[in-house]
Nanobody
Framework: QVLLVETGGGLVQAGGSLRLSCAASGRTFSSYAMGWFRQAPGKEREFVATINWNSGIRKYAGSVKGRFTISRDNAKNMVYLQMNSLKSEDTAVYYC?????????????????WGQGTQVTVSS
């Protein structure tokens, strides 16, 4: 069982930055691929970024590539999403997710642990 808790959301102006954090419980955090997803009002949940167990592989959605960076600290059981050059279309609830895997996963159905989400609102 893995419990995930996201923090760091908030209101920011377009062009600004935010860093989301996700704290994970459990002693086998390094066995998990981690992902960030987001869901805007009236839209389906969409993939944002994923990272493998040793940070050797990362993948991003095209809409955030070059602006967002996913990272993890296995010693602290933490995963982060640094978001720069934010746009109004980045407004959504952001979710952290985990799945036991040595690789990366970019489909929401592949993840079996989810956080409660944190709201990010970008004002234009």
């Amino acid at each position: 069982q893995v419990l995930l808790v996201e923090t760091g959301g908030g209101l920011v102006q377009a062009g600004g930055s935010l860093r989301l954090s996700c704290a994970a419980s459990g002693r086998t955090f390094s066995s998990y691929a981690m992902g960030w997803f987001r869901q805007a009002p009236g839209k389906e949940r969409e993939f944002v970024a994923t990272i493998n167990w040793n940070s050797g592989i990362r993948k991003y959605a095209g809409s955030v590539k070059g602006r967002f960076t996913i990272s993890r600290d296995n010693a602290k059981n933490m995963v982060y999403l640094q978001m720069n050059s934010l746009k109004s279309e980045d407004t959504a609830v952001y979710y952290c997710a985990a799945v036991e895997s040595s690789g990366i996963r970019s489909q929401s159905y592949e993840y079996n642990y989810w956080g409660q989400g944190t709201q990010v609102t970008v004002s234009s």
